[in-house]
């Protein structure tokens, strides 16, 4: 149960992180419009963005391919993300850290991955302890919360 828990989690801040470079992507290039064609400050939206690279792609098109614009795509962003151990510790502190109460969440998310080891190693703990103690190599006096 914890393991569901857990994913919807990763999967979310996964998403958040993806939202969050994808917008950077298209403010990098509504940026780099503005600049070149001297468009008031804060005229192209990101909503916009798609529309207004039509029309200068219909209009000024030699002008517009020889801009540094990047590709922006979700979809590229989301399938990007590290994947093992490095998940947890690359991607995730890189996406908590552009959320709002930083530290708030960092504590959590760490508190989190925290208790999942612990379940696992009582898990582990006890696979080992049961057929130690059913083999009767350890007399039945002694608990287990001692030996363990």
């Known amino acids: ?4 828990y857990a994913s919807i989690t990763i999967f979310s801040i996964m998403g958040f992180k993806a939202t969050n470079d994808y917008g950077r992507c298209l403010d990098r290039n ?7 064609f001297d468009f008031p400050e804060l005229s192209i939206s990101r909503d ?13 098109a030699e002008r517009l391919a020889q801009l540094p614009l990047k590709t922006c795509h979700l979809e590229d962003f989301l399938d990007k ?4 151990p490095g998940l947890a510790f690359i991607v995730f502190t890189e996406a908590v850290l552009h959320m709002p109460g930083a530290s708030v969440w960092s504590v959590l998310f760490f508190g989190m991955l925290f208790t ?7 898990g582990n703990m006890e696979s080992v302890i049961t057929p130690v103690f059913d ?10 919360e001692a030996i363990t």
């Open 1 to 4: 149960m914890t393991s569901l």
């Open 30 to 36: 509504i940026l780099i419009l503005i600049n070149e």
């Open 48 to 60: 916009e963005y798609p529309a207004v690279l039509m029309y200068l792609n219909a209009t000024q």
């Open 81 to 84: 993300s590290a994947s093992g």
């Open 116 to 122: 999942l080891g612990l379940t696992s190693m009582f």
């Open 135 to 144: 083999m009767g190599i350890f007399p039945r006096s002694i608990p287990k």
